[in-house]
């Protein structure tokens, strides 16, 4: 099987001039006309945000920005300026956003990575190889945030989205948890804001030194009239990340200078699990770190040795009324940065590699002794190769008896994959699993996927692949899977159509996979209608979908059919109606959806009604949601999942979630809630506090998580972290006694040592 993978990879590669050459009306990178130049300076300027320095007269003024939304090709509303400087070490970037009404500028939220959809923002987007795909991002706002992220798939594969936070398992499209070393200042006034950028050429993967002909393009977002600007047009349906239309920046050297750097870090922690028979308190020191070696100026190594993931945002905890695993995602810095290399799949639901199965087992900390990751491109070839060894989990019974909750595991993965123009790629994956303790107990994964860009509006995606585990029987007994789709996207009209076939034996056990054994078809037809002459209204969407996953005898499992309107206000206010759901649902077997409540097999078919709706999100003020009521198997259900969130200033944010459902069936009924409460506080963009507590009552667990960070450079730092679980059930219905279940107090300090310097 591995040969044959092998060769099949090893055709579609080959295949590139003959695939180039294929494709309809290709609108590849370097279409448009617009070109910027970078002018040399023998002096970098002082980065403040103020923008006098004598450097900047000499650059030249990149100006005519257009509208994205909501009047597509119109000039800006504000005056916008740019300017773009390069030294030997790094790249400048000036904005001046005039602003007639600078009292309104939307400042926005003060740390680093914030969401840039609900606030006054600027974003600088580099293709630093031209191919039209893939960019480096990097933004801010008025309260002087460092937001950047990676490009891939020209915003695609698991939903672009635009300006929005990216955690969609193994990632695509874009990825906003990727943190480079660079630096940004903003200032006010009452003509408006502006912002200074260093971006050092270090951070930045490109061919190699000399001259340089990059994709750039930049955004401004003026929010109080939910207003999108670009310096290269885009047409309203696509984003700031469709590469392919970006301008160009010529007239610059670029340095062949390889990054070095290494960060270490130390740990210091306390915990104890209240669930042990004989809970003791346990202290610990640790070290690690981590380390970044350019092998070449487009090839990167990542080291990590006692990887640690302290810091990380702790899951946002979800209410389960399916028969099915909920998603959760990747909020690991390692394995997010330079996610979507290893992207392959369906996004939640068949994803061939799912990094969280890494390192987290039954809920579980699994130790990590080392790992290793290369990206980047051999010639016009993009790889990826990911390798980590996870320690040995054991776990100490009530009666002293030891249990091993996970053997040690090795795990890897093997990307490689070319990109043509016009969105087009064709690639492959391998993943591995290994038991280094166990010889004979492995699974392996094999998959090739491909995209193909007709023109502007027409997108083809598929893949296929194969498992291979010791005892199921392989492709022909089951190990198989594919899928295929098509979209249509124009200003007017969002189509598409897809098919996933899984078979009853497939099993990618380092992938996520929900359900086994299936056929699905998705159809989804939606129209933008736009009333220009209303001021306060922007569109009408109505639309419909149907979605349908059979067992592979044909037997209905689960099916909607949604009949939708969404109404989109000027100001970003948001509702839809009516939200009409015809669904089914197929149960082969009994499904114990409560404790104690079982519904019988059969099939049920209902109506139900959803609807959801946002305020001004930019506001200070504002609130979102959504609410269901209709029938459910044999009976009915009622709920809604609710946030209210508030900001003052650029300072302090708060938000409160409440999701409720009551439940209504012959077996039974039961009510189901979950309150969560999430505020931070951030001193400067770099120093914060922030705060997360969650109570579910299907597990009575009231969690608290607060972190403090004191970050630097790239996401390095300081952050001092507290964790406490407190059940609140009952021995006999939960299984655990009253009272705390864990508590974790850790202080972690990262730094990060620049030794190319």
Known sequence: MYRIFQGTLG????????????????????????????????????????LDDAEWASAQTIENFVQREPNEGESVSERTEVKVLYDDDALYVGAWMYDGDAVNIVLGETRRDAPLQQTDAFVVVLDTYRDGQNAFVFGTTPAGIEYDGQVTNEGQGGGGGGMRRQQIGSGGGFNVNWDGSWEVMTSRNQEGWYAEFRIPFSTLRYDQGGAQEWGINFGRTIRRRNEEAVWSPIPRQFNLYRVSLAGTLAG????????????????????????????????????????KIGLTQSLTLDLTVNTDFAQAEVDDQQINLTRFPLFFPEKRGFFLENAGSFSVGDGQSADLFFSRKIGLAQGKVVPIKAGARMTGKVGDVQVGFLNIQAGELKEVGSGGQTTIVEPSTNFGVTRVFRELGNRTR?????????????????????????????????????????????GFGGINNGEYAFSGSANYQTRDWQNAI???????????????????A?????????????????????????HISWREHWDLNGFSETRQ????????????????????????????????????????????????????????????????????????????????????NYRFQDKFVASTRVSYYDVRLPEGDFKTSLIAVKGSYSFTP????????????????????????????AGTGLNIVLNDTEHFGSLERTGFAAGPQVRQLIIKYTKMIDLAR
């Open 252 to 291: 610059f050297e670029a340095p062949q200078k390889r990054v070095f750097t290494v960060s270490p870090y130390g740990l210091m922690g306390a915990f104890k699990d209240y669930t042990e028979a004989s809970p003791d308190a346990e202290a610990s020191f640790q070290m690690g770190g981590d380390a």
């Open 686 to 713: 770099r120093i914060f506090v922030a705060a997360l507590l969650q109570y579910n009552e299907q597990t009575e667990n009231f969690g608290t998580n607060v972190r403090f960070g004191w970050l630097d450079t």
């Open 498 to 516: 897809s098919y996933r076939e899984v078979g009853d034996s497939f099993n990618p056990e380092v992938g996520f996979l929900p359900r086994k």
């Open 11 to 50: 055709f579609i590669l080959l295949l590139n001039p003959v695939l180039l050459e294929a494709q309809v009306m290709s609108a590849g990178p370097g279409t448009t006309t617009l070109q910027a130049e970078a002018a040399r300076v023998l002096r970098a300027p002082v980065l403040d945000g103020l």
């Open 561 to 644: 059919v949604h009949i939708d309107n969404h109404f989109e206000f000027s100001n970003g206010a948001f509702f839809q109606l009516p939200g009409l759901n015809i669904t089914g649902e197929g149960l082969q077997q009994p499904f114990e959806i409560r404790k104690g409540i079982v519904i019988p097999a059969g099939s049920y078919n209902n109506v139900d009604f959803q609807f959801r709706f946002n305020t001004n999100l930019s506001a200070p003020l504002s609130v979102q949601g959504t609410a269901d009521a209709g029938g459910f198997y044999a009976g009915n259900r009622v709920g809604t999942s609710t946030t209210f």
């Open 426 to 470: 064709f690639g492959g994956i391998l993943v591995t699993k290994f038991n280094t303790a166990k010889t004979g107990d492995y699974n392996l994964t094999y998959g090739l996927d491909g995209r193909l860009g007709v023109g502007d509006a027409i997108t083809f995606d598929g893949w296929l692949s194969a498992t291979e585990t010791p």
């Open 518 to 542: 299936y056929r699905f078809v998705s159809v989804r037809l939606l129209r933008h209608i736009r009333f220009p002459e209303v001021s306060w209204f922007r569109e009408l969407r109505p």
